[in-house]
């Protein structure tokens, strides 16, 4: 049962235009996010987190949203670059005594020049 | 630095026989994470350790798995005997802090096919 769950496995957009990539959560518990970004071939690395008393982290052209009521969260980039195009995935960590990582699915944006 | 060290970067073997997959983590993490990436399920956590003892393993299918990190900068993960659902992407990460709220520092996988 995935606890974290990315629902579009693929996203296309234009250079230059908005990206948005969306992730919800099932567990209320779940109280810090993060990003990361994953190019082929190469192991995933971090791109920018959100703790739970916030809702908006900022850095460069990523955002990240959180709506807590609604257990989501998105990642915006703006203005995409095709260098951007990678599978990117969101990971929660579920605190308590045997702190970890949980991740979606991931998704594959792909910018086109 | 050089950052997670995994290897090898590529096995192929089949069914039946034991695999083993090996990684040096970056030196002073104290954390170590071996996750499992498939199309299905994303990247599944299948064990980690702190300071060389591991915290949770409730994440490894079965017993055909098992890890050991008999030192700081070494750790293995064995598959024994292997199956063709076990092809899939491993990746070894470190961490310098079980609170985790710093991020953890992937290898750059083991990519097993088991024919």
């Known amino acids: ?23 919800d959560y099932t567990n209320s518990m779940f109280d810090y996010f993060l990003w990361y970004k994953k190019y082929p071939a190469e192991g995933p690395t971090f791109l920018i987190s959100i703790s739970s008393i916030k809702d908006k982290n900022e850095d460069g052209r990523f955002t990240v949203f959180l709506n807590k009521s609604a257990k989501h ?13 990678a599978v990117y995935f969101c990971a929660a960590l579920t605190g308590g005594a045997t702190n970890k990582l949980i991740f979606g699915t991931g998704t594959l944006l792909a910018v086109q020049p | 630095d050089a950052g997670v060290i995994q290897s090898p970067r590529h096995e192929v073997t089949e069914m039946g026989q034991e695999v083993t997959l090996r990684c040096k983590p970056i030196s002073g993490h104290n ?7 498939t199309m299905m399920r994303g990247l599944e956590l299948l064990i980690y350790f702190n300071n060389n003892v591991p915290i949770d393993d409730s994440g490894m299918p079965e017993d055909r798995f098992s890890a050991k990190m008999p030192n700081a900068s070494f750790s293995t993960l064995k598959i024994q005997p292997s199956e063709p659902r076990d092809s899939a992407v491993y990746f070894c ?21 088991v024919l």
């Open chain 1, 1 to 23: 049962d995935q606890q974290v769950k990315q629902n579009s496995p693929s996203l296309s957009v234009q250079e230059g235009r908005i990206s948005i990539l969306n992730c």
């Open chain 1, 73 to 85: 969260l998105s990642l915006h980039i703006v203005p995409s670059q095709p260098g951007d195009s």
């Open chain 2, 31 to 37: 954390s170590l994470f071996w996750y499992r990436q």
């Open chain 2, 93 to 113: 990460a470190s961490s310098p802090d079980r609170a985790l709220t710093d991020t953890q520092y992937f290898g750059p996988g083991t990519r097993l096919t």
